[in-house]
C-alpha cells in the first residue's frame, strides 16, 4: 500500500517531464517545438525568468499563430514586474483572429491591476462583448470590462458586469459544499498525534487560507528576510495528501497512518521537491500553497517544526475581491457570493480548531494590522516562528523579483492602506448578505484575537 503511495508521488513529480524537456533541448536547441514546451513547463513551475528566456526568441515567428506564447511572455514580464513589456504582450493578442484569444487579452491586460485601458481600447472591449457573445471565453472580457467600469467609479454596473462573468464560470465550476462540511467535520474530530523526530532541515513557513487576503503581501515582507526563501505555490502536500487517498483508502485524510520510515519517505519527498526552488542556503523558505490547511494534521506530522500562517481580511473586503477577480483554476467558491460565503464560514472554521490544536504552529493574523502596524506584526511573526526580526522592514517601498500571483504588481509600490474598506462601494450590492456578513465579521473578530 505505502509503496503504491510513493509510486503515485513519483508519477507526479513536477520536476521529472521539465528535467527531460531540458536534456533534450541542450541537444536540441533549435527544435522550437520543444522550445516551446520547455519554456511553458518553466512558467508553469514558477520559473518566470528562465521561461521568458526560453520563450523570447520565438515570438516574431508565432505572436499569432501561436497565442499560447505571446501570452505566456506577458505573464513572464507581468511576474517580474515590467508591467510595460507585459501589456505589450497582451496588446498584440488584441490583434488575434481567434475571438477567445482577443478575450483572454482584455483580462490579462486588466489582471495587471496597475493597467488602465484608453478609450479606443474600451470602444474596442465594448464591441467585442457584443461581437464575440456565445464564444468559450467571453467571461474573461466582461471580468475585464468590469475592471475598467470600477476603476471608472461606476460600481453599479460593474458589479452587474460582474455577475454576469461570475455566472457563467459558475455553470462549469461547481462549488462541492458538501465535500467542504464534510472536511471541517473531520477536522475538527482530529487528535493530533505525538510530534516525531527528524533530522534538521530547512523550515517551511506554510502561507494558507483564502485568496485575495494578503497572502502575497505577507510572502514578499517575509522574503525581504535574508534568512527567508520565497519558492512558488507548492502543490506538493496536496499531492500527497491525494496519493494517501487514492492509495490508502482512509475514511479521510486524517486518519492515515505511517511509522516512522514511511514518514520520512514522504517528508524527504516534498523536500525534494521543494528544494529545486532553493537557490543557496536559508534556514527557512515559504511554501504558500493557500489550501494547505486543510492537510495541516499531515504536515505537522512531518514537519513538526513547520509554522503555519494565515492572513484573515475583513469578510467583505474579501468576498469582494474573490468575486472581482478571475481564477483559471479551483477556487470555485469565488464565482458566487453565497458560495463565497460559505467557503469563508469553514475557512474560520478550520482555522479556528487548528489555532486550538496547535497553538505553537498555527498563528493567524489580521490584515489591517499588517498594513498598519507592519514593524509591530512583522516581530510578533520573527518571534513566533524563531527567525531574527527583519530590520526597518517598514522602510520597504516596493518588492522586486518573480511574484506570480494576481496581487503581484499591486506590491510593487510597497505596503499600502488603500485596499481596506474596498467593499464599500458595493455596499448595496452586498446588502441581501449583510447578516451573514456580520456573523462572518464576528467569528473573524474572535479568531484574530485568539492570540
Not at 484569444?101 to 482584455?106: G, H, K, L, P
Not at 523579483?401 to 494576481?406: A, E, F, L, R, V
Not at 456573523?439 to 474572535?446: K, W
Request: hydrophobic share 45%; charged share 20%.
Amino acid at each position: 500500500m505505502f509503496k503504491d503511495i510513493l509510486d503515485a508521488l513519483k508519477a507526479k513529480a513536477a520536476f521529472t517531464a521539465l528535467d527531460r524537456l531540458a536534456r533534450d533541448f541542450e541537444l536540441t536547441p533549435h527544435d522550437s517545438a520543444l522550445q516551446r514546451a520547455y519554456g511553458l513547463a518553466l512558467f508553469d513551475l514558477g520559473f518566470a525568468e528562465r521561461a521568458l528566456s526560453a520563450l523570447s526568441p520565438l515570438l516574431d515567428s508565432t505572436r499569432l499563430d501561436d497565442p499560447a506564447i505571446t501570452l505566456v511572455v506577458g505573464h513572464c514580464h507581468s511576474a517580474l514586474g515590467d508591467i510595460q513589456q507585459a501589456a505589450t504582450a497582451y496588446r498584440a493578442l488584441l490583434n488575434a483572429s481567434q475571438p477567445d484569444a482577443r478575450s483572454i487579452a482584455y483580462w490579462s491586460l486588466a489582471d495587471l491591476k496597475q493597467f488602465r485601458f484608453t478609450d479606443v481600447e474600451l470602444t474596442q472591449l465594448r464591441q467585442h462583448l457584443n461581437d464575440a457573445q456565445g464564444t468559450p471565453q467571453i467571461h474573461l472580457a466582461e471580468f475585464a470590462m468590469a475592471w475598467a467600469l470600477d476603476f471608472a467609479g461606476d460600481a453599479t454596473h460593474a458589479f452587474l458586469q460582474l455577475q454576469r462573468a461570475n455566472e457563467k464560470v459558475a455553470v462549469h465550476r461547481q462549488y462541492p459544499a458538501s465535500q467542504f462540511n464534510q472536511q471541517l467535520a473531520d477536522l475538527e474530530r482530529h487528535q493530533p498525534s505525538k510530534a516525531r523526530n527528524y533530522a534538521p532541515c530547512a523550515t517551511p513557513l506554510f502561507i494558507v487560507g483564502l485568496p485575495r487576503s494578503g497572502s502575497t503581501l505577507l510572502e514578499q515582507l517575509l522574503a525581504s528576510s535574508p534568512l527567508i526563501t520565497a519558492t512558488h505555490e507548492l502543490p506538493f502536500v496536496q499531492q500527497i495528501a491525494e496519493a494517501i487517498s487514492a492509495k490508502a483508502h482512509p475514511l479521510s485524510i486524517y486518519d492515515a497512518q505511517f511509522n516512522a520510515k514511511q514518514a520520512q519517505s514522504l517528508r524527504d519527498q516534498y523536500l525534494q521537491q521543494a528544494h529545486r526552488y532553493l537557490e543557496g542556503s536559508t534556514p527557512f523558505f515559504i511554501d504558500k500553497w493557500l489550501d494547505n490547511f486543510w492537510y495541516a494534521p499531515l504536515i505537522f506530522d512531518l514537519f513538526p517544526e513547520a509554522r503555519m500562517l494565515s492572513v484573515s481580511r475583513d469578510i467583505a473586503d474579501n468576498l469582494i475581491g474573490l468575486f472581482r477577480q478571475y481564477f483559471g483554476t479551483g477556487n470555485a467558491f469565488a464565482f458566487d457570493l453565497k458560495a463565497a460565503l460559505h467557503y469563508c464560514s469553514v475557512h474560520l472554521g478550520a482555522m479556528a480548531k487548528l489555532q486550538q490544536q496547535y497553538p505553537r504552529q498555527v498563528m493567524v493574523l489580521d490584515y489591517k494590522r499588517l498594513v498598519t502596524e507592519t514593524p509591530l506584526v512583522m516581530a510578533q511573526i520573527a518571534k513566533f516562528c524563531g527567525f531574527e526580526p527583519i530590520s526597518n522592514v517598514q522602510a520597504i517601498s516596493g518588492f522586486s523579483g518573480s511574484i506570480m500571483t494576481p496581487s503581484g504588481n499591486q506590491l510593487r509600490d510597497g505596503i499600502t492602506t488603500q485596499y481596506l474598506n474596498r467593499s464599500a462601494q458595493y455596499s448595496d450590492d452586498l446588502a441581501p448578505f449583510q447578516t451573514q456578513i456580520r456573523l462572518l465579521e464576528n467569528r473573524r473578530a474572535t479568531l484574530i484575537g485568539a492570540r
